[in-house]
């Protein structure tokens, strides 16, 4: 009984090759389909504070824009 060594050896070989690729190509799918997954959510609805202030804000704008646009007179 002869053992062929070289091609025992060739077959292992390209085996390691394809199983690498097949690998590389599984990962890659997998991290493009992760960064699918991962898209921002919509921010949340303001709390009743954050609109609260955001009105106060408003109007003391409101309150003190009059003052700011007028110009002196020369």
Do not use: C, W
Not at 3 to 27: N, R, S
Not at 54 to 73: C, F, Y
């Amino acid at each position: 009984m002869v053992l062929a060594y070289g091609k025992f050896i060739q077959t292992v070989f390209d085996f390691l090759i394809v199983a690498f690729a097949i690998f590389m190509a599984v990962k890659m799918m997998n991290k493009l389909r992760h960064h699918e997954e991962v898209k921002p959510a919509a921010p949340p609805a303001p709390s009743k504070e954050e609109v609260l202030l955001t009105e106060i804000r408003d109007l003391l704008k409101e309150q003190r824009s009059p003052a700011i646009d007028t110009k002196p007179p020369l």
